[in-house]
C-alpha cells in the first residue's frame, strides 16, 4: 500500500495519519517513503493529536448563490507538520497563530481534514 492511499484510508476510518521517522523521531506529511530530514526508510505511522494553529491562510470569497465564503488555511500540527484544511465558522474569525483542532469532516462529500477554532 501507498503512504498517500495509508493516509486516505485513515480519513475514511475517521483518523488523521502521519509518518514519523524511527531513526530521526521527526513527524512527516505529505506521505512519503523516504524521510525528508535524514533520509531514512523505517518509517511508522501515528494518529495526529490534532492540536495544532493557524500558519497561514486565505479567504476565498463566492458569489452568495454558490454558497457562504470560506477560508483555506495552512497549519502546523503539534508534531511540527503543516496541511492544508479549513477552520470552521466565519472566514473573518480566522487568525495566524490562532489555537485550532483538526478533525475529519467531509468536504464536497468526501473525508477531508477541517478544523475548528479551540477556546484559549
Ligand atoms: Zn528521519
Known amino acids: 500500500m501507498t503512504p498517500d492511499k495509508?493516509?486516505?484510508d485513515g480519513l475514511v476510518a475517521g483518523e488523521i495519519r502521519l509518518q514519523r521517522?524511527?531513526?530521526c523521531h521527526a513527524h512527516i506529511f505529505f506521505p512519503r517513503v523516504l524521510c525528508p530530514a535524514c533520509h531514512g526508510t523505517d518509517l511508522d505511522w501515528v494518529n495526529a493529536s490534532g492540536q495544532g494553529e493557524v500558519y497561514t491562510?486565505?479567504?476565498v470569497r463566492q458569489r452568495p448563490e454558490k454558497g457562504d465564503d470560506y477560508n483555506v488555511s495552512m497549519i502546523e500540527l503539534a508534531e511540527g507538520?503543516?496541511?492544508?484544511?479549513?477552520v470552521d465558522g466565519d472566514p473573518c474569525d480566522v487568525a495566524i497563530g490562532m489555537r485550532v483542532f483538526a478533525?475529519?469532516?467531509?468536504?464536497?462529500?468526501k473525508p477531508a481534514?477541517?478544523?475548528r477554532k479551540?477556546?484559549?
Open 113 to 115: 481534514v477541517l478544523c
Open 103 to 109: 478533525y475529519v469532516g467531509e468536504i464536497d462529500g
Open 6 to 8: 495509508h493516509f486516505r
Open 57 to 59: 491562510f486565505t479567504t
Open 21 to 23: 521517522c524511527s531513526s
Open 118 to 120: 479551540t477556546e484559549e
Open 81 to 86: 507538520v503543516r496541511m492544508m484544511t479549513r
